[in-house]
């Protein structure tokens, strides 16, 4: 964000090679600093005020970036903004910026040697809503923004003509660049102009149960770096293919004595580069070369999947291939590996450090010849890299001195023939590869085709060239790979002195998009050939091509010439690019022919169209006014709709949760109107649940049955029989009135008249307990409750009504609130008006009521994780730049918004509560404030179990008889996470979710299979704003992919 200092990653200095899978959010930059060279893929940059900031590189590829607003995408200016020109050339493959200030600023460019201009290529990029394309700190514009698609366009020096030494400086011009299907995207859903690389991210397995994975070592490997762990390896890997099991290589170096073999269908992850070490005499024979690693087999077709390894050697290993690649992809990029690197020597326990082969500038001992080759990829084969670092050891990566500080890396001398070679023909990816060191060649393009490359790095051995590539080995040895021949005619010549970085014989259909090839040292002097670039004769070998092979953003430092090949030289004088160490030289692009500007397209994608920018409307007005929308607009609608609701919740929340807010007050006020209702809700409890805890009594007159007909009356007055429980045996001697628990007492003389305890349900029928029906609640109820249940009815209670066991005792409960004259001597049972035995509240007061305002603010803390993220998702749909699906977003994003809508709607409803408020009145507030609550639960993060005082708090439900049952619903509802609207919440709202494309699709699908009258069980606002955005959302999913 504009003003703002945050910087996302800070990496400056050092000789960089991969980074992927990258979003950055905010932020003054996203990436500061500066590297010699870098392969960067799958990074977003969402609102950053300047996405990367590079104060100095050589050589940087970047592919399938997105900018999404901010003032500037590429910054490639040091840091004071004014010093040297250190940025020698950025590469942007398929790529977007939208809505950015500008997209590339440099300083100034120039055709003059020596002045720092900074090499660009912008190869399948699209601009949308782009003040300036590429300009510089003076104002000078070299591409226009706009809304645009940019095929593919170069700055700084041209050989346009692979076979002339004709070149060009460009100040911005169109070139075109061959892309065979087999290398791109089977679609192309941004809408670019040509369909981009294809790349696929390092498998991460998250879905994979761990019952799929098998560790090597729990089968019988030991990894210890001495055991010979061939066979055991080899086992587990044909096993784990045939069961589809995934193989885990625990930390530790496993010693190989033969070849072990990657069956078709292998799925290999070693943990902190588990070690693959060969070693013995079946890898020491120079003239006959061994594969330690075999990526399939001869013919095999298949998949692959291999990632976290490192491929080495230990003692004399002469004759060892670390890695043949035999597979052949079933489909695109299935046969892959990832983070994978070969070192050869330079490490304590191969036996192959400075101490046995120091530095030297005479030919060393044969024991430090350590290989033929680092990998192979034959004809038949196709491969897809990412991040691999093939090394052979110029320095000891182990500290000699443990004690210092600083390691000074002490140098040594080994030797391995050859880096990479490939010879295949069908489809290879190499994306942030390296090949350091070997003798011959570092990268060798040997009658290959369809080859995709980035930012590619190489060094030539420092000890070269004492020996000389050839000098080392026998003419034998020099032939025994395809490619070898150019050493057959050595010595004399380029290439005869030292290795070569890159060759590339015989082949088409190879683009190499980036390139950093150094040469640092003549015999171990790096004094006095650097900056005079004369470390070796040349870099690159070229030769006998055909037209597709193309190499842009070539950096070389070290060498007289970048580029030999049969009919032309390319010398690094005539590309020099700067007048200081390490002096390097660069050409923006060699081998196509460029065409002029106005052959370009520079239309817009085809699926672009504008949508209003006026003021949101609500969600129930898009709803009326769909017929009349733009249906490709009805996402972006929605999204801007919901986010204005979001708003003004957030705004509540706020208020709520404020200290200087009456909100306490309020619910003092709310709370003492709840505590008065106690008692009722108790009683609703008892004689709803009364026959299942407790025996009931009622005390009946009893009349003598001779007379009793006497005391008959209107049954509209009367509810009794008076000859229901007439008495047989009615004393003659005297009239007594034997009230129970009480002496029998005299009376009056007349009919004698008696009263008797009755067996009935729990509660009886009070509707018949009177004498007529205006006074029913005469006659007295005995409750007696059972011995084992008093404390499962207590924990029920509770349960239901938020009053615990302390607050209860069972005594004398007045039912009807008036007291007949004869019971008012507490000392004496009455036969009128009186529950004995009842539960009856005591002590419990507006204290008891448990305040949600904790609950409000760990909900509005969670609910604030959507602002940002919603700001950034909908401008990325308003400028087509949002990575994801937007009808999945919609999908995830509606139901936790309506409910944080809902919520902060329904607890503000505390505003209204007032001293002595009419009942009815305060129960809708009571149904408002609870269904606030109870929604804001799992916004906060909690099941209701979770939250101090929430059980209390869904137990006011019970209080609301008419909306009882629904509240009752929605608290079961919220109360169980494993319910679709929990687990939706759970996904949605968390920091940066809305940029994990599998949560939001998770969540997308869980809403998707939700029926309407789960909606329904929520809230009334839930289900209605549900309806409305199904209404208006339409299937097309605006500016996704």
Partial sequence: MKGTKQIGVFAENGSGGHMSDLTFVGGGSGIWGGSQQFTAQRLTFSNVDIAVHLIWDWGWSWKGVQI????????????????????????????????????????????????????????????????????????????????????????????????SNTRTFEFGTSQDISRPDDLTTGDNPFGFSIKPFFERAKPQYEDVPWSKFISVKSVGAKGDGRTDDTQVLQDVLNSAAKGNRIVFFDAGTYILTDTLWFPPGSRVVGEAWAQLAASGSQFSQSDYP???????????????????????????????????????????????????????????????????????????????????????????????????????????????????????????????????????????????????????????????????????QTESPYYQPTPDPPSRFSSTQRGLFPGDDFYLDCPGGPGCDASWAVMISESDNIYIAGAGLYSWFSSYNQAVCVDASNCQQALIFFEENGPGVQINNLITIGATNMIVGKWNVVPSADNRAVDFHPFWSQITAFGSNTFSDSDDEFLPPSNIRA?????????????????????????????????????????????????????????????????????KRVEKFTNKNGNKYFSCQVGETQFCCKDCHKHACDPKQCHTDPCLYCRENCSKKRDFLPLLGRSDQPTKPGDPTFFTKVDEPCPPD???????????????????????????????????????????????????????????????????????????????????????????????????????????????????????????????????????????AGMYQINKVAEKMEEDQFKQ?????????????????????????????????????????????????????????????????????????????????IRRGMRDAEFARMAKPIEEGMGNVKKVAGPCARGGK
């Avoid at 030919?363 to 991040?387: F, Q």
């Avoid at 940002?868 to 998702?873: E, P």
Wanted: proline fraction near 4%.
């Fill in 68 to 163: 999404l607003g901010g003032s500037v995408g590429f910054k490639l200016i040091s840091a004071d903004g004014t010093g040297p020109h250190n940025t020698g050339s950025i590469i942007v493959i398929d790529s977007i910026f939208r809505g950015v200030g500008t997209a590339i600023e440099v300083f100034p460019i120039s055709a003059d040697l020596k002045t720092g201009s900074t090499g660009i290529t912008l190869d399948n990029v699209l601009f949308t809503a782009v003040g300036k394309g590429v300009a510089d700190t003076n104002g000078r514009v070299y591409l226009q923004g706009g809304t645009t698609s940019i095929h593919s366009w170069i700055l700084g020096p041209s050989y346009a003509d692979q076979n």
């Fill in 290 to 456: 061994k594969p330690m690693v075999g990526i399939g087999g001869f013919g095999d077709v298949g998949s692959v999947e291999i990632q976290d390894l490192l491929f080495t050697t230990k003692g004399a290993t002469s004759g060892v291939t670390l890695v043949s690649w035999l597979l052949k992809a079933d489909k695109k990029g299935s046969a892959g590996m990832w983070d994978c690197h070969a070192r050869v020597g330079g490490a304590t326990g191969t036996g192959l450090t400075s101490k046995e082969c120091p530095p030297s500038a005479s030919a060393p001992e044969g024991s430090c010849t350590a290989g033929n080759m680092l990998m192979h990829i034959v004809p038949s084969a196709s491969a897809y890299l990412e991040n691999v670092w093939l090394w052979v050891a110029d320095h000891d990566i182990d500290d000699p001195d443990l004690t210092d500080d600083g390691n000074g890396m002490v140098q040594c001398s080994i030797f391995v023939r050859r880096g990479l070679l490939i010879e295949s023909t069908d489809a290879v990816w190499l994306y942030g590869t390296a090949s350091k060191h070997s003798m011959m060649y570092q990268y060798n393009f040997y009658r290959a085709e369809l080859v995709f490359a980035t930012m590619i």
């Fill in 611 to 679: 949508c209003s920018d006026g003021p949101p409307a609500t969600l129930k007005e898009l709803a009326a006014l769909k017929d009349y929308i733009d249906p490709w607009c009805n996402s972006l609608y929605t999204l801007r709709a919901l986010k204005m609701d979001y708003d003004q919740a957030m705004k509540i929340f706020d208020e709520l949760s404020s200290d200087d807010n009456d909100f306490d007050h309020k619910f003092d006020i709310y709370a003492k109107e709840f505590a008065s209702g106690a008692q």
């Fill in 766 to 904: 009070y509707s018949k307990r009177g004498y007529g029906p205006n006074n029913p609640y005469v006659q007295t109820v005995w409750w007696s409750i059972h011995d084992n249940d008093r404390n499962d009815f207590l924990a029920a209670l509770t349960k239901e009504t938020g009053i615990t066991a302390d607050k209860i005792t069972f005594g004398a409960y007045m039912r009807n609130g008036v007291m007949s004259s004869s019971c008012r001597d507490k000392s004496q049972d009455c036969f009128f008006d009186m529950d004995y035995g009842f539960p009856i509240v005591t002590g419990f007061s507006k204290k008891d009521v448990p305040n949600p305002k904790e609950i409000i603010q760990a909900a509005n803390k969670k609910a604030k994780n959507l602002s940002q993220q919603l700001d950034d998702a909908i401008f990325g749909v308003e400028v087509w730049g949002y990575p994801g699906d937007v009808s999945e977003l919609i999908d995830a994003v509606s139901l936790p918004i309506l409910t944080i809508v809902s919520a902060a």
């Fill in 925 to 1005: 507030i009571v149904i408002a404030v609870l269904t606030g609550i109870f929604l804001a639960m799992p916004i906060a993060g909690e099941v209701i179990g979770g939250i101090a005082g929430a059980a209390e708090i869904g137990a006011m439900a019970t209080l609301v008889s008419t909306a009882g049952n629904a509240l009752l619903d929605l608290y079961t509802l919220v109360d169980d996470p494993e319910n679709a609207p929990m687990a939706i919440i759970d996904l949605v709202l968390s920091p940066l979710a809305l940029t994990e494309f599998d949560r939001i699709g998770k969540a997308a699908a």
